[in-house]
């Protein structure tokens, strides 16, 4: 089992950037993929990217793809979600999330360990 926090998140205009931050503890030895969902108000959790345990893969909803980069530091225990060009569509709680598996997550039905969230809000 993994424990998820996640930080960084804020009130930002639209065309601005944010970079989101995961601390991972617990199990940290196993071969984690890890992941950033999203619930925006009113609207189901959704995919938003994932990295495969190697860190090596990288994948991406369509909808960020492009202007969403995310990284992790295995020394550090650490994944990251930086967020550039910012629209309002993107406004909602962003979660970190986890699953032990080779395979790189793709939906958010993939993920079965998520931290408390953090906000993040685009105005226009």
């Known amino acids: 089992q993994v424990h998820l926090v996640e930080s960084g998140g804020g009130a930002v205009q639209a065309g601005d950037s944010l970079r989101l931050s995961c601390v991972v503890s617990?199990?940290?030895?196993?071969?984690?993929?890890m992941g950033w969902i999203r619930q925006g108000p009113g609207k189901d959790r959704e995919f938003v990217t994932s990295?495969?345990?190697?860190?090596?893969?990288?994948y991406y909803a369509a909808r960020v793809k492009g202007r969403f980069f995310i990284s992790r530091d295995s020394a550090e225990n650490k994944v990251y979600l930086q967020m550039n060009s910012l629209k309002p569509e993107d406004t909602a709680v962003y979660y970190c999330?986890?699953?032990?598996?080779?395979?790189?997550?793709?939906?958010?039905?993939?993920?079965?360990?998520w931290g408390q969230g953090t906000q993040v809000t685009v105005s226009s």
């Open positions: 999330a986890a699953r032990k598996t080779y395979v790189i997550p793709r939906t958010a039905k993939d993920f079965d360990s």
């Open positions: 617990g199990d940290t030895s196993s071969n984690y993929a």
């Open positions: 990295i495969s345990w190697s860190g090596a893969t990288t």
